[in-house]
């Protein structure tokens, strides 16, 4: 197994993490994934893994046994939810402090509920572009009228105002389009284009970036779900298509569903500023952005970044990129 079978990352190693049961008793694991946290023994199969956590999952509560083929706590059994379109909510007072100190050795627990039909928290949705890119953009928004009815473009160029266009599926003035200068600041730009939001949490995308819509329709109850337990960011994983071919660069996570609250840092390959705490993020699994590229543009952009950011711009990424992905 090279990837995690929950998220897929090709980040396991080696670990002395354990799990403590019910009746008291413990069980060490030799691996953990270092992206989602589940546990796994060196010879675990991932398909027969991913079955086990799948009938695992089928029910209205989820208690860990202590013979299943991996470990996990409620922190990554939260993530690990969201693959099959399910939600969990701790069953007590100790499951919620659970969620906000991971990763314990306890076993996880929880009480499970779908996605579909969950409670909900409206999103915005904004976008990051080019003039140039503006069009395409626009014509790609009316999908996403589905699951969102707020709409922020914000455009690289002279400061513009906020102005409503029409586009169909949407009600008149829920897609506006400001203009703002990126100024070699993309922390900037987005907390600019956080401000824009008019509900509390906004999913936020680059022009060469996609979401299909049955991914768009999850969000809302990812972010109450994410509110009910303290935490104000979400990660989604992120396809990288280098002229068409899936980059083995994935799940490449990024924290682009956030609180509006949220502030992002960094002038290259920015972040969301968590005070130093990741444990108010977590990942979600239910759907992946689309991430177009072209060979030119990964060759070019990693010295681009360098030179706005010295030290920070990740030049040793662009093989990874260029390399086709790898299960």
Aim: net charge neutral; aromatic share 6%; charged share 25%.
């Amino acid at each position: 197994m090279r990837r995690c079978f929950v998220c897929e990352a090709d980040t396991l190693a080696p670990t002395t993490r354990r799990i403590r049961y019910p009746d008291g008793s413990r069980r060490d694991f030799p691996r953990v994934c270092a992206s989602c946290g589940v546990l796994s023994e060196t010879d675990a199969d991932g398909a027969a893994c991913r079955d086990h956590l799948a009938r695992a999952l089928a029910g209205d509560t989820f208690h860990l046994a202590a013979d299943a083929p991996y470990g996990l706590d409620l922190y990554t059994l939260r993530t690990a939810a969201t693959r099959f379109g399910r939600g969990v909510r701790g069953l007590d007072a100790t499951d919620g402090e659970a969620l906000r100190h991971p990763h314990a050795e306890r076993a996880a627990q929880g009480e499970l509920f779908a996605l579909a039909t969950a409670p909900t928290r409206p999103v915005s949705l904004g976008l990051l572009c080019r003039r140039a890119d503006l069009d395409g953009v626009r014509a790609r928004l009316p999908k996403h009228a589905a699951w969102t009815l707020d709409v922020a473009i914000l455009v690289d160029g002279p400061e513009d105002t906020p102005q409503a266009i029409a586009v169909a599926g949407f009600p008149p003035g829920a897609v506006r389009v400001a203009a703002r200068s990126l100024g070699a600041d993309f922390a900037g730009q987005r907390n600019a284009l956080q401000d824009l939001a008019r509900g509390p949490w906004m999913l936020q995308l680059d022009a060469d970036e996609d979401l299909a819509a049955a991914t768009g329709e999850g969000l809302a109850a990812l972010a109450a779900m994410g509110e009910a337990s303290g935490a104000v960011s979400i990660g989604l994983p992120r396809r990288n298509r280098v002229d068409g071919i899936l980059s083995d660069v994935y799940p490449d996570v990024q924290y682009r569903l956030n609180h509006a609250t949220v502030r992002f840092q960094g002038r290259v390959h920015e972040r969301p500023d968590l005070g130093g705490d990741w444990r108010r993020s977590f990942i979600a699994l239910h759907g992946a952005i689309e991430h177009r590229l072209s060979r030119a543009h990964v060759e070019a952009r990693s010295r681009r970044y360098e030179a706005m950011d010295p030290g920070r711009g990740r030049l040793q990424e662009e093989a990874a990129l260029l390399r086709p992905y790898r299960p």
